[in-house]
């Protein structure tokens, strides 16, 4: 009789083994047990900050705003959640309303408004001076449940009501459909934020990072952009902008060290051995060549591609013309490629590695739409 049993419990703890999923049993960073899921849910304050870990020690990652839908892939104390651009991280639960498919489409059906005012806040009367029940920034997203005397009656994911002035927001069907996502509205935006501090990982009025600073203005304007700086340099297509002593143009770096090396196999041409042999010594020296950059080009800083190691994007910016460029570093502020000029920037001079175009011929930024995720 012992025998058979044996085999029971044998069996039986094989089967926890290999068949009950490990997550059960998985612990977040906060202690509680984590589970994985694939929940929806919308952010729940006006900037929520996403962390490495689920810890509030751990560096922040990213952030993203009032309204916007995430997708919760596991839940504890902490969610790991997915952000509109396919960024992960970790996010206290506090911050997140986490939805069935009954609610959340509810959610997206629903009514909204956006947050057009730099700062705002959702009143607990029809008043300005009533006390408010939160705080808003450009962006943030609110369910509309009605309109009277110059407000907005709004609500939050989690139920919360309150009133916004007519003037600070817009319904969001109409703002969404208003939105022309070109580069100069994208600059337009970008510059509204002249002077705002740098924040790593940020990306709202709030702070911003080099790369936040570009995808809120793209946000604003109705696209949705990659988080990163290295994400962002993918996008579009690379820009001749620097010059060798032979005249020739090439969009970097790495690309003009190719050809130093190999002269023979990039370019088996007479004038071009001809001017190699006359000025062995400088004929790779390269300059920054700005004529064919235009206004909305990305530009990009960092490492350059060496030794098998390749390019390292840190550091990104806004071309606005005459070697002029608006990024963050700092604070949001206005710099120069060109030395001589006002702004000129040595350090992002020494490291700059290139240009990428987003814009296509007739001036759009041809990316995925807002509207795409929000309806």
Known sequence: MKFPFFLTLLSSLLFVAFCVPASLFARSGSGYPDTLCNLRGVVNVSVANLHREADF???????????MPVRIRSKARWYQVETLDGYVAWVHRAVVVPMDSLAFARWEEAQKIVVTAP??????????????????TAGCILRLTGQDEGFYQVSYPDGRRGYVPVAQADPLDRWLAGRRP??????????????????????????????????????LNGIVLPRNASQQARIGQRVPCFRDSAGRLFASPAAADSLRRYPLLARPTGDFLRAALANPAGFCGLRVDTALLQRGDLLLFGRT?????????????????????LHSQGF??????LPGQPGFDAMNHARFLGATRIQSPDGSIQVPTLANFLR
């Open 57 to 67: 020690e751990s560096p922040m990652e990213t952030q993203t705003l009032l309204g």
């Open 119 to 136: 700062f705002a806040q959702v009143l607990s009367a029809k008043s300005p001076d009533s006390l408010p029940v939160g705080d808003l």
């Open 182 to 219: 070109t580069v100069e509205n994208l600059i337009r935006t970008a510059g509204s934020l002249m002077g705002v501090p740098y924040l790593w990982a940020g990306t709202s009025a709030r702070g911003v990072d080099c790369s936040g600073l570009i995808q809120y203005a793209a946000l």
């Open 305 to 325: 591609a060496a030794g098998g190691r390749a390019e390292g994007i840190a550091h990104i910016g806004i071309y606005l013309g005459r070697g002029r460029y």
């Open 332 to 337: 949001v502020h206005v710099s120069s490629l």
